[in-house]
T-cell receptor, first 115, second 115 residues
């Protein structure tokens, strides 16, 4: 049990579908993150939320839309994705967003395949 | 720009032998350094961190890492490898406030321990 739960674990979607990834953290943390993990590439930070406010958006295409209704929940809404968006999407949380001492706690990820 | 390099895509070691997974970093100011491990179909797990003090840091599962400021390195080590250590290992570094204390990851190194 990592303290960060992601659903679904696997998702296959067509390019015209709309789906959402969900993340929930049970650690009382104030910051939540979405990362994209592709094979043989460094983790790509997509979005950062601190106390439900988006503090970073790293030039992510608009077909990815995050939502953070409260400090425990984070969503990633997906719309008209491309095959190159297929990857493992990881949610993480930390005690504070800019805390240099704060390690990230990751969920187990959602394996997304876009057909 | 801040960066983390893991020069080896894969490290192979026999069970019972010592292992080293290499990491070098380029961040501004005093670095905060982290190692994470990822097992198949799982998210990243925090292993250990260097903040300040003793250059040799001990972490989970018998791993340790040595901070070397002059070589800007933070290599992960274990005196005696186990087959169960086989996984993907990520080095990460957090730089100074002018970069928003952003956490930067390396591309990862696959560790294979053979019996």
């Amino acid at each position: 049990e990592t303290g960060v739960t992601q659903t679904p674990r696997h998702l296959v979607m067509g390019m015209t579908n709309k789906k959402s990834l969900k993340c929930e953290q049970h650690l009382g943390h104030n910051a939540m993150y979405w990362y994209k993990q592709s094979a043989k590439k460094p983790l790509e930070l997509m979005f950062v939320y601190s106390l439900e406010e988006r503090v970073e958006n790293n030039s992510v295409p608009s077909r990815f839309s995050p939502e953070c209704p409260n400090s425990s929940h984070l969503f990633l809404h997906l719309h008209t994705l491309q095959p190159e968006d297929s990857a493992l999407y990881l949610c993480a949380s930390s005690q504070e967003v800019a805390g240099r001492n704060s390690p990230l706690h990751f969920g187990n990820g959602t394996r997304l395949t876009v057909t | 720009a801040q960066s983390v390099a893991q020069p080896e895509d894969q490290v192979n070691v026999a069970e019972g032998n010592p292992l080293t997974v290499k990491c070098t970093y380029s961040v501004s100011g005093n670095p905060y350094l982290f190692w994470y491990v990822q097992y198949p179909n799982r998210g990243l797990q925090f292993l250990l961190k260097y903040i300040t003090g003793d250059n040799l840091v001990k972490g989970s599962y018998g791993f340790e890492a040595e901070f070397n400021k002059s070589q800007t390195s933070f290599h992960l080590k274990k005196p005696s490898a186990l087959v169960s250590d086989s996984a993907l290992y990520f080095c990460a570094a957090r730089g100074g406030e002018e970069y928003g204390n952003k956490l930067v990851f390396g591309a990862g190194t696959i560790l294979r321990v053979k019996s």
